[in-house]
């Protein structure tokens, strides 16, 4: 990569023929984060005619825009919009806030303490008295990664293959959190169980989540957990907060 | 909703499809929707009708008998189709009597078939789309001995037309610039367009590989942070070897992507088997948007495309070849 011109952000490009990213920074931050998803509220509040949909990424969003719009104009507009606030000063609607019971009695739950030079029961408070953020939803329909932890829990993922996950387990690395979607493989470490399915077809709300949402775990027995597991939504708690 | 077809034998990948979802990206749910958006449209076209959601067939049919007098279309790929054992025309609508026995076999050219019927197929939506999505557990693989439904259909007289045969291209694949294309070297680009790929054997829904013996790396490649991926990017993990993502790819990714394909170029990704060679060309996002809006004003008008079936199947080969020639060649293959 050219390291003799410093990118500045937000930085416009175009993806594809339809396709408009903007992105916030070169990598991974809480700031570029909070600057995207306050611009990707903003883009979702005033409905520009001609844009299809808009997806908020760690530390982009990417709009998808209808080839019938005049794109010239649509593309000036969307740039305008871009400028038009400091999207780095602009405080992050806090809209929604959920609470989620967790056994933290995943089988990596040590050595990921270990890593961050904590013992289990500090991981267990410190995971459970930080409220993070929905930073982008991927992976698998409605699967968040939530962040971020301080920064002794930027802890590398695991080299080569892992076994399995199950749904609903919650992992750690790289100062963040996710609660899987459906059992998987992956290279984030195992520190917990969950009852909350992220993504159900069946109910009204398929997609529990919403980029931007706050977060914070309880701590569970696992046959709490289990008996949580006929909750719609395995014992959380969503407040509305705006 | 009326039965349709009972499921005698079926193909091990044979889904419900159409043209997937729009606004499901932020939620982590791809476009999904079938694998060759073009063959969508024609079947379409020969029905009289859109929207509707067509059985998709990944290299083999099945043989299905009808429980209803329905209409079927037929189009994309190249399948033998037999009813009560006389051979079907590929790329037009039939009508077909309840009692009859529909057999589809194996792909001939290309790789993913498609069977419309009048009224379109009826099986639960999510978020208005019918379509199956293996990794997002919505729908599921059609097995022998389920009986699928049909909506009402809206033309059951609009029956005997085919649409001329489109020729399969051999033309490079065209490919605008993408989140990352800047980052890759002239060179490196160039090479891209120079190379001969072939389709791998590792390819699926999500994606399929483009191998070459070259390596495309990016150096620094995996400082690049995960950002929304979707259909057409093809992508370069660290080893260097380019996948081009399809319908039901995930919707973020942290490849660092070279380029992307023009919506309509990308059934001819879809539909290569392995083996099949692939080139691709670069042109400026102002010609691809050109190109692009010019395949749907065509896609829209295919209707007025289908013409009276005026041979017997047996003969119609050669009239298709006739018709081929009159048709869509495009002279810029180089």
Known sequence: MNEATPERFPKMSFVGIDGVLVRFGAKMCDAANAAALAFHQHIEKIALVGVLEAAPSLTAVFLRLDLDADLERLVHRISKEVDAKNWFEDPLEKRRKWTIPCSFDGRQLTEAAQLAGVSDAQAVAQITATEVRVLTLGFAPGQPYLGSLDSHWDIPRMDGIAPNVPACALVVAVGQLIIFANEAPTGWRHIGQTAFRCFDQSRAEPFAFQAGDLVQFQSATPSEIEALQSDRFGGAKLEVLS | ?334
């Open chain 2, 1 to 334: 909703m009326t039965p349709a077809i009972e499921v005698i034998k079926v193909g091990p990948a044979v889904t419900v499809q159409d043209a997937g979802w729009s606004g499901t990206l932020a939620s982590g749910l791809s476009r999904g929707g079938v694998a060759d958006t073009f063959a969508l449209s024609c079947v379409g076209a020969l029905l009289g009708q859109s929207d509707t959601a067509v059985l998709e067939m990944a290299g083999f049919g099945g043989t299905f008998k009808f429980v209803n007098n329905a209409r079927i279309a037929i189009a994309g790929a190249g399948m033998d189709v037999r009813l009560d054992g006389s051979a079907l025309l590929n790329n037009a609508v039939h009508r077909v009597e309840a009692g009859q026995v529909l057999e589809i076999g194996a792909a001939r050219t290309g790789l993913y078939g498609y069977l419309g019927i009048g009224g379109g197929f009826v099986t639960p939506r999510f978020q208005g789309s019918a379509s199956t999505h293996r990794g997002a557990g919505l729908g599921q693989v059609i097995e022998a001995g389920q009986v699928l439904a049909m909506g009402v259909d809206p033309k059951p007289e609009r029956v005997g037309l085919v649409l001329p045969n489109m020729p399969k291209s051999s033309a490079a694949i065209r490919v605008v610039a993408t989140a990352h294309t800047d980052l890759f070297s002239t060179q490196v680009r160039a090479r891209f367009e120079e190379t001969v790929f072939t389709r791998g054997a590792k390819g699926n829904r999500q994606g399929v590989a483009l191998e070459s013996g070259e390596s495309f790396a990016l150096e620094g490649g995996q400082s690049i942070p995960s950002e929304t991926v979707i259909p057409g990017d093809i992508q370069v993990p660290g080893q260097g070897a380019p996948f081009a993502l399809l319908a039901d790819s995930q919707t973020t990714g942290g490849y660092p992507r070279i380029a992307a394909v023009l919506p309509c170029d990308i059934a001819q990704i879809a539909q290569a088997v392995a083996g099949d060679e692939l080139r691709f060309k670069f042109i400026s996002r102002e010609e691809g948007i050109k190109i692009e809006r010019a395949d749907r004003k065509a896609r829209a008008q295919l209707s007025k495309r289908c013409a009276p079936i005026l041979r017997d199947p047996a003969q119609m080969n050669d009239l298709l070849s006739y018709q081929l020639i009159s048709g869509a060649i495009s002279g810029e293959s180089e």
